[in-house]
């Protein structure tokens, strides 16, 4: 028995901030951004959509493309950093809206790792056979703890939402799924004050994302080919037998890095960053979204994904979709 990946939705703000937009607001230029992180664009929400709208709007279009009935759903499970509020979580919210009762709604805050966490959660409930069909998520709007002013961060993060339609199958589906984490690394990107910590008052510098960018970078992009690696081979897998690379998109340089490193082409890995920005948790489910409806990713395709996030936290799933 499996869990199977049924649909894939996702959701984009319709307002975009072009890097030519921030070269009025920081000290940057679109040639600097586009060469240092091959992001174009990103999609950000505005002041009335929160986290839970861009969820639920993925979840909707995943229901809608796997044809189920809403009822049918028996479990919820969100990646975020950005809940709309401390509580209720941004599942129940979900819950709420798709007019459903008496099923578990959490979510996880895994940041960037986000999806493939709740994905790898939703997976173990689907073969307990505690679910019979798990809606998965990855939602955020990282622009609400981004500053505008901070060129070092500014230039990368965006807003979005994906999800996921899982149920069991007797063919393969979810193939292999590992997470892990190392909070050695948590002062290299983080919010230092928020909800129990210094709760705002008034929003300041430390209600925002921070980070060491040089050295998140060259953490990621070890721990992303060994844990790629170890995938791989514990799957009896070869790179040359994965269809579609599709990882985090943070970066394009650590993008291409890890893809250099496993000797897997340009040409297999989906890249959706120069149109999107680094949108967390949403990012895979949204760059899978991508690829599957261009045609590129097709039914019986083996897929890798792979994230990597604040925590630091990472994880990869191996699919067949
Ligand atoms: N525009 C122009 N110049 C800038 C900008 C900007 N937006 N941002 C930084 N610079 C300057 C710096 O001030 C520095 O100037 P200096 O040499 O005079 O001090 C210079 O550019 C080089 O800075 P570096 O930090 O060394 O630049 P780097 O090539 O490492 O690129 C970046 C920075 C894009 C943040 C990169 O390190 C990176 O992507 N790191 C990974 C971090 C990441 O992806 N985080 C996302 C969340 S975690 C995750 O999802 C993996």
Redesign the pocket.
């Known amino acids: 028995m499996y869990s199977r990946i049924e649909s894939i939705g996702s959701f984009l703000p319709e307002n975009i901030i072009t890097n030519q937009d921030l070269e009025k607001r ?4 679109d040639e ?2 586009r060469t ?2 091959g992001i174009k664009q990103r999609s950000i929400a505005n002041e009335n959509q929160a986290t839970s709208d861009l969820a639920l709007e993925a979840s909707r279009e995943a229901i809608k493309k796997a044809g189920i009935n809403p009822k049918e759903i028996d479990l919820i499970i969100v990646g975020t950093c950005t809940p709309d509020v401390a509580t209720p979580n941004v599942g129940v919210m979900i819950q709420k809206e798709l007019g459903l009762k008496n099923c578990p709604a959490f979510s996880i805050e895994a940041a ?1 790792s986000g999806f493939i966490y709740a994905l790898n959660i939703a997976n173990k409930f689907i073969l307990s056979g505690e679910s019979k069909c798990a809606l998965v998520v990855g939602a955020e709007t990282l622009s609400r703890i981004t500053d505008w002013n901070d ?2 961060t500014c ?2 993060f965006a807003d979005g939402g994906g999800a996921a339609i899982l149920k069991p199958s007797e063919t393969p589906g979810i193939l292999y799924s590992d997470i892990g984490a190392d909070g050695a690394y948590s002062d290299l ?1 983080y919010v230092p004050y928020g909800t129990s910590r210094r709760p705002p008052s008034e929003k300041d510098n430390n209600h925002f994302l921070h ?1 060491k ?2 050295e ?2 060259k953490v ?1 992009v070890k721990k992303l080919e060994s844990i790629a690696v170890n995938a791989i081979k514990r799957n009896n897998l070869s790179v040359e037998k994965i269809d579609w690379f599709v990882p ?1 998109q ?2 394009i ?2 993008i291409q890095a890890v893809a250099r490193r496993l000797k897997m082409p340009m040409e297999k890995v989906i890249v959706t960053l120069d149109q999107h920005g ?1 949108t ?1 948790a949403a990012s895979i489910p949204l760059a899978l979204d991508v690829g599957i409806t261009d045609g590129r990713i097709k039914k019986g395709d083996t897929i890798l994904l792979q994230s ?3 925590g630091f936290t990472w994880g990869t799933a191996l699919l067949r979709l």
Do not use: E, K, P, Y
């Open positions: 920081v000290d940057t230029s600097w951004i240092r992180t960037c060129r070092n230039v990368l990107l980070m960018g040089n998140v970078f990621a985090h943070a970066n340089r650590i680094n967390s990597f996030g604040a």
